[in-house]
């Protein structure tokens, strides 16, 4: 079993494993953190399922794993690998269950003196406009056509229908929309699950969330951000909901074999993949795709009824209710993107799993109201805890294939949390903060307590260190809904 010893130390925030540890391994295996941060890698699996990654063929440069690293399905969550378009694979454990389960954020001008007395009405509110909860439906229903429209064209479908502003599409990664997506590679079941969900925020670590900005590191990048101290922001943190849950089992059954036939080597049957280009892999991607859309649309329809509920609640109260988009970022999903691989740029697909893309200053991806400061990098904490906005670095370009931590990352399984306190108790010591929580489980609350998870702040201290990431603000909770 790989030791902290046989890691190498690279400098204060990254640490190698050789590979030359492991005779399977195609490139070495890198951790990004402190030292703390580092040997917290060793409570799980984490660092096994690091290693099983860079065995994989076609990978380039490193396995990575983020400092909020911990275990997960095939790939450890926090993971970053890059594989070659013209002899790598895709690996749906790379990518997950919950495709493209990401954050938004939105922004106001409004003071939290201001909007505290309104406070329990609106997140009231949200909570009416926002469903949440285990297979709970959502505020649009789909007929079988929008269902195939809103695969095929994600957040674009939900501007056709009312239901985004021109520059919300603008200010989320890649637009709100993966080309090369096909309804028709989505089965039957996923489209069962997903019909009846669109606009809810699901259960488990998803959240809603009402912040105040209580510090500013980057003044400039902050105000092209709409960011300012102790302002209102909302956090909205969702995926795919149950229709990305069935792509994922569906793509894993169907790729059980292909491992064998096409005599890729794996060293975990959690790692099922297909060579890239191959019938198996271009179909899973076009449904992984696929599931990448429904969710970006997900996350703003939820914007959509979050602004209702800002008018319902707080016109004619203050004089603007009006909500701005920050961005909207991606944690989990495999994309197709050029980058520099030592002497060579190269056509990669880039799985991110429990990661975030941080693209730098100047990048033709980025929006214009970005392109001088890099791309913002939301990185939520937990329910009690502070959440950071961040911005992407070329060092990250450079180094990670432009990608930074994603959140706090667990440190805790639900299990071992509901050990720990029942969700009254957690209920109870939240209110203790100031901060208003909304659940419709406390079974769930209780295993997204707080002291479940890493402390976000050394995570972000750690990836700010590596250079990954630049700090520009934290903001820190009063509402919180689960569901």
């Given at each position: ?19 030359a ?35 994989l063929?076609?990978?380039?440069k ?7 690293v ?16 013209d ?6 454990g ?16 409004i ?36 269902l ?26 890649s637009?709100g ?5 096909q ?25 809603l ?21 102790d ?48 019938r198996?892999g271009?179909?899973y ?5 696929a ?13 959509h ?26 944690h989990?999903?495999a994309?197709?993107?050029?980058h ?12 991110r799993k429990?990661?975030?893309?941080a693209f ?14 890099g791309?913002p ?19 990250a ?54 002291y ?12 700010a ?19």
């Amino acid at each position: 079993m790989v030791q902290k010893s046989d890691f190498e130390q690279i400098n204060d925030y990254v640490w190698e494993l050789p590979q030359a540890y492991d005779g399977r391994m195609r490139v070495p295996a890198r951790i990004y953190g402190s030292e703390e941060i580092f040997e917290a890698a060793f409570r799980d699996s984490s660092v096994t399922q690091l290693m099983n990654v860079a065995m994989l063929p076609g990978i380039v440069k490193y396995a990575m794993a983020m400092p909020d690293v911990h275990q997960g399905y095939g790939f450890p969550i926090g993971g970053v690998a890059a594989f070659r378009w013209d002899e790598g694979i895709i690996s749906p454990g790379g990518v997950g269950y919950d495709i493209n389960c990401g954050v938004r954020m939105l922004a106001s001008q409004i003071d939290y003196a201001a909007l505290e007395p309104y406070l329990k009405d609106l997140i009231a509110s949200i909570d009416r406009n926002c469903p949440s909860g285990v297979g709970g439906k959502g505020a649009v229903q789909l007929s079988d056509k929008e269902l195939d429209d809103v695969l095929e064209r994600g957040a674009e479908w939900a501007l056709s229908k009312g239901y985004a502003q021109r520059d919300d599409l603008e200010r989320t990664e890649s637009q709100g929309r993966i080309a090369g997506a096909q309804a028709g590679a989505v089965g039957a079941r996923a489209k069962e699950r997903g019909r009846p969900q669109m606009g809810s925020l699901g259960a488990g670590n998803h959240f809603l969330e009402i912040d105040v900005v209580d510090e500013i590191y980057d003044a400039e990048a902050a105000d092209v951000m709409g960011l300012a101290q102790d302002r209102v922001v909302v956090q909205i943190h969702c995926g795919s909901r149950g229709l990305g849950h069935e792509v994922c089992g569906q793509y894993i059954r169907a790729l059980q074999d292909a491992p064998r036939r096409y005599g890729i080597d794996i060293p975990d049957r959690e790692l099922v993949a297909a060579p890239v280009d191959s019938r198996e892999g271009r179909e899973y991607l076009a449904a992984m795709s696929a599931a990448a859309n429904y969710a970006f649309a997900n996350r703003q329809i939820l914007a959509h009824f979050v602004r209702r509920s800002f008018e319902q609640v707080m016109a004619g109260k203050v004089k603007n209710w009006h909500l701005t988009q920050v961005y909207d970022v991606t944690h989990n999903i495999a994309k197709i993107e050029e980058h520099q691989v030592g002497s060579q740029r190269m056509k990669v697909i880039v799985h991110r799993k429990g990661a975030t893309r941080a693209f730098p200053p100047r990048h033709p991806e980025l929006p214009a109201v970005y392109r001088s400061i890099g791309q913002p990098v939301l990185v939520p904490g937990s329910m009690g805890t502070a959440s950071y906005v961040l911005a992407g670095t070329s060092t990250a370009m450079d180094e990670t294939f432009g990608s930074t931590c994603h959140g706090a990352g667990r440190m805790m399984s639900r299990n071992a949390a509901l050990k720990q306190a029942r969700g009254e108790h957690v209920r109870s010591e939240l209110a203790s903060q100031g901060i208003v929580v909304r659940t419709g489980s406390l079974k769930g609350l209780a295993e997204e307590a707080p002291y479940a998870y890493k402390d976000v702040s050394l995570v972000v201290d750690s990836v700010a260190g590596a250079g990954l990431a630049r700090k520009v603000a934290r903001v820190r909770p009063v509402a919180v809904i689960k569901g």
